[in-house]
């Protein structure tokens, strides 16, 4: 089992950045597919980046192509997603989330274990 640790969300005007860090205890850790989702209040959690063991291997959700990008650094059991130009409909708590399934899923019941998440939030 993974333990997963979300930080670095908080109030960000549109067209700001934030970086979210997802630390995860565990050895296996760099063996996973890691992902990042968010949810918005009212609205069912949706899929926002992956990215595979080997850092090599990237997939983004199209509302996020080309603003946001995910990283890893396995040595430090650490993924990132840096988000730029963000804007208010970006609003949500952004979870991290582990699958060993290596096919490309976005489905949030594929994905094991969860962090607690962390806040973002544009304002207008």
């Known amino acids: 089992q993974v333990q997963l640790v979300e930080s670095g969300g908080g109030l960000v005007q549109a067209g700001g950045s934030l970086r979210l860090s997802c630390a995860a205890s565990?050895?296996?850790?760099?063996?996973?597919?890691t992902g990042w989702f968010r949810q918005a209040p009212g609205k069912e959690r949706e899929f926002v980046a992956r990215i595979r063991w080997s850092g090599s291997n990237t997939y983004y959700a199209d509302s996020v192509k080309g603003r946001f990008t995910i990283s890893r650094d396995n040595a430090k059991n650490t993924v990132y997603l840096q988000m730029n130009s963000l804007k208010p409909e970006d609003t949500a708590v952004y979870y991290c989330?582990?699958?060993?399934?290596?096919?490309?899923?976005?489905?949030?019941?594929?994905?094991?274990?969860w962090g607690q998440g962390t806040q973002v939030t544009v304002s207008s």
């Open positions: 565990g050895r296996i850790f760099s063996t996973y597919v």
């Open positions: 989330a582990t699958t060993s399934l290596l096919v490309v899923t976005t489905r949030p019941a594929d994905f094991g274990s």
